[in-house]
């Protein structure tokens, strides 16, 4: 069997094309162009196609998916049969069509994330969250999302109670919301078991935290009910904790009553629910040993830096402490220091923020000129709105930080402090 010996040249010249028209470069001689996507033609029409001049179109890789898109939602999507058309003139015609699409394509408005109603729930998964100030901590919605677990598992429906309505429930997996009444840790478990006999739920979770832990126990007690305490982890069929000094571990299916250790379940994703506000059953009132008459909140100088909820912390970058104290005062901030800071007897020691000073869990940690050594950020990793200012746009530190300014911290605070100021004469 005789099989024809290739000829590189001769492929290579049967996927020449004319020249460019015009004159020649100064050499003489145009710069030879070829159809890498087009098949080796025979040499008569190679010769045809070389007489009649380049009529072959580069390739234009943004025009070709800018064609293939396709029109109707905020997710760019493409039509991939459109990418593998090679042929000559194709390029021309791609654009074309890509420069119709955007010449008729109406400007698309950011669309509303829909969001998911439950009407008929098979049953209830009740979610107690602390929400301190009407904000959902970290715990609050892993409880949220373990409770959403729950629920859809079996087609049910999440109520979250709280003493103080957060708005952002309905991103964290509510279908329904509730204020749970009460002035002390007694009226909130008298109003809770109320609502636990009248709505009947399948689950009803707690953080495992000083105030949803001792509520949890009070329900427990008054519902005569056992308790699954310090779950660390949890899903539709079983639940897990440690015991005997972490060296077993003791499984069960999930009980009616649960506390959820930190980091026991991860938070809910991106789908928004309803959040529909209902009314809950009041119980008979009853004498009450505790008196409540209102709460005192602690002076922000004076309370222990694991214990604050908001943390202005000063790094090496920051050399006007009395701006620095200035500016604590005025946005009602502990302050914090680096341990440089506090090594240079700039601030005290208890001032130190870290590993080898004090671990935070604040809501909220502003940083002034820290560039965020990892003893540092360890210590800050609790903390749930990381602030930063810093003139090094790299720094650790602006990369930890939600919201970050890329400044000289000697500028922002005078900056801060009068925009503060003006707020507050207004």
């Given at each position: 069997?005789?099989?024809?010996?290739?000829?590189?040249?001769?492929?290579?010249?049967?996927?020449?094309?004319?020249?460019?028209?015009?004159a020649a470069p100064a050499g003489g001689h145009a710069r030879p162009r070829f159809d890498l996507f087009g098949a080796p033609q025979p040499g008569a029409v190679r010769n045809a196609?070389?007489?009649?001049?380049?009529?072959?179109?580069?390739?234009?890789?943004?025009?070709?998916?800018?064609?293939?898109?396709?029109?109707?939602?905020?997710?760019?999507?493409?039509?991939?049969?459109?990418?593998?058309?090679?042929?000559?003139?194709?390029?021309?015609?791609?654009?074309?069509?890509?420069?119709?699409?955007?010449?008729?394509?109406?400007?698309?408005?950011?669309?509303?994330?829909?969001?998911?109603?439950?009407?008929?729930?098979?049953?209830?998964?009740?979610?107690?969250?602390d929400a301190p100030g009407g904000h959902?901590?970290?715990?609050?919605r892993q409880l949220l999302g373990a409770a959403r677990l729950l629920a859809d598992a079996g087609g049910g429906a999440v109520l979250l109670l709280a003493s103080l309505m957060p708005?952002?429930?309905s991103?964290?997996?509510?279908?329904?919301?509730?204020?749970?009444?009460?002035?002390?840790?007694?009226?909130?478990?008298?109003?809770?078991?109320?609502?636990?006999?009248?709505?009947?739920?399948?689950?009803v979770l707690f953080a495992e935290t000083p105030t949803g832990g001792d509520l949890a126990r009070r329900v427990a007690v008054r519902l005569d009910e056992p308790l699954f305490c310090g779950a660390e982890q949890i899903s539709a069929k079983s639940i897990a904790r440690p015991a005997r000094g972490r060296t077993v571990e003791r499984r069960s299916t999930p009980p009616r009553l649960i506390t959820?250790?930190?980091?026991?379940?991860?938070?809910h994703g991106r789908v928004v629910h309803e959040a529909r506000p209902v009314e809950l059953p009041r119980p008979a009132p009853r004498e009450s040993?505790?008196?409540a008459v209102e709460e005192v909140p602690a002076d922000p100088a004076t309370v222990a830096l694991g214990e604050a909820d908001f943390v202005l912390s000063a790094g090496h970058g920051v050399s006007d402490f009395e701006a620095f104290r200035a500016l604590a005062v005025a946005l009602r901030a502990t302050p914090g220091a680096s341990r440089?800071?506090?090594?240079?007897?700039?601030?005290?020691?208890?001032?130190?923020?870290?590993?080898?000073?004090?671990?935070?869990?604040?809501?909220?940690?502003?940083?002034?000129?820290?560039?965020?050594?990892?003893?540092?950020?360890?210590?800050?990793?609790?903390?749930?709105?990381?602030?930063?200012?810093?003139?090094?746009?790299?720094?650790?530190?602006?990369?930890?930080?939600?919201?970050?300014?890329?400044q000289d911290a000697q500028l922002v605070m005078p900056a801060l402090l009068k925009a503060l100021h003006e707020e507050a004469g207004a």
């Open positions: 069997m005789n099989r024809p010996r290739r000829d590189p040249r001769g492929e290579r010249a049967g996927q020449r094309v004319g020249g460019v028209q015009g196609v070389s007489n009649a001049g380049s009529f072959a179109v580069r390739r234009d890789p943004r025009a070709h998916w800018a064609a293939a898109m396709t029109r109707g939602g905020a997710r760019p999507r493409f039509d991939l049969s459109l990418l593998g058309q090679n042929l000559l003139g194709q390029g021309l015609l791609i654009q074309a069509r890509a420069l119709d699409a955007q010449a008729a394509a109406p400007e698309l408005a950011p669309q509303a994330p829909q969001v998911r109603i439950i009407d008929d729930p098979a049953f209830l998964v009740l979610a107690l969250a959902l901590t970290t715990q609050d708005e952002d429930s991103a964290a997996g509510a279908d329904r919301v509730a204020g749970l009444c009460g002035d002390d840790a007694d009226g909130r478990a008298d109003a809770l078991a109320a609502a636990i006999a009248a709505l009947a739920p399948r689950h959820l250790a930190d980091g026991a379940a991860a938070p040993f505790i008196l440089m800071v506090c090594d240079a007897g700039l601030m005290p020691r208890a001032a130190q923020v870290g590993a080898s000073g004090t671990v935070l869990a604040a809501r909220c940690y502003f940083a002034l000129g820290i560039a965020g050594a990892p003893q540092h950020l360890q210590g800050i990793a609790g903390c749930e709105h990381v602030l930063a200012v810093n003139i090094d746009l790299h720094a650790a530190m602006v990369a930890r930080a939600g919201l970050a300014i890329v």
